[in-house]
């Protein structure tokens, strides 16, 4: 693989089930993040990682919860779904100790919560 | 609080010149970005600026006003693989950035 890629491409889930979205990048970037994107709203963060190890919250958090057990993978769990959780996911990564800033994005996962 | 700002359409003739507004108040800043999303796609990275002045990068440049809290993103010789959503984002800290909603342009031929 070249980049970052996310798994599935887009999934239908019904209200309560748990679902794993799976986010992994080959550059070796030490920052991760995961976004949604809904129409009419700016890219919001769920949550990030600076680092393997660590994981910080994002501006909206709540009803998400990842882990980053290597520099790789960064996969973003909802523990019960929920409706308004339907969007377009986004995994992102940047190598921020280099300083080159840029953030590079995956072709998103279109979730679907009935 | 966090607040960008941007206009949510516009639309412009191929071969012409347009200029994408973008401006903020944030917490803190440590440069601003743009970013082209074609629908149904993911972002791409356009442009960054963390000192004033203007960048140029072929049919794109990028403007920064870090006193006015402004930028701008200028298109020149529209063509229509220009027609996508443009985002504005600030780089608050060291690796978290703000986004703004998007401007979705739209050429005409």
């Known amino acids: 693989i070249a980049g970052i890629t996310q798994a599935p491409t887009s999934q239908i889930l019904a209200a309560g089930r748990r679902m794993t979205l799976r986010c992994t990048q080959d550059m070796r970037h030490n920052a991760m993040y995961w976004y949604r994107q809904d129409l009419g709203l700016g890219l919001r963060l769920i949550h990030y990682s600076n680092t393997a190890g660590t994981t910080g919250k994002g501006e909206v958090p709540d009803g998400y919860s990842v882990s980053r057990a290597n520099t790789d993978d960064f996969p973003l769990t909802l523990a019960s779904a929920v409706p308004s959780q339907t969007s377009v996911y986004f995994c992102?990564?940047?190598?921020?100790?280099?300083?080159?800033?840029?953030?590079?994005f995956g072709p998103g996962t279109r979730l679907t919560v009935l | 609080g966090q607040n960008i700002d941007q206009p949510t359409e516009m639309t412009a003739t191929e071969g012409a010149i347009v200029q994408i507004n973008c401006t903020y108040q944030t917490s803190g800043f440590n440069g601003l970005f743009w970013y082209q999303q074609h629908a149904g796609e993911a972002p791409t990275f356009l442009s960054y600026?963390?000192l004033d002045g203007l960048e140029e990068k072929g049919r794109f440049s990028s403007f920064l006003s870090r006193s006015k809290g402004y930028s701008y993103l200028l298109l020149k010789e529209l063509q229509m693989k220009d027609s996508a959503s443009y985002l504005c984002a600030v780089k608050v800290s060291n690796d978290l950035l703000i986004w703004g909603a998007g401007t979705k342009l739209i050429i005409k031929p």
């Open positions: 992102a990564s940047s190598d921020s100790v280099a300083g080159g800033n840029e953030q590079f």
């Open positions: 600026n963390v």
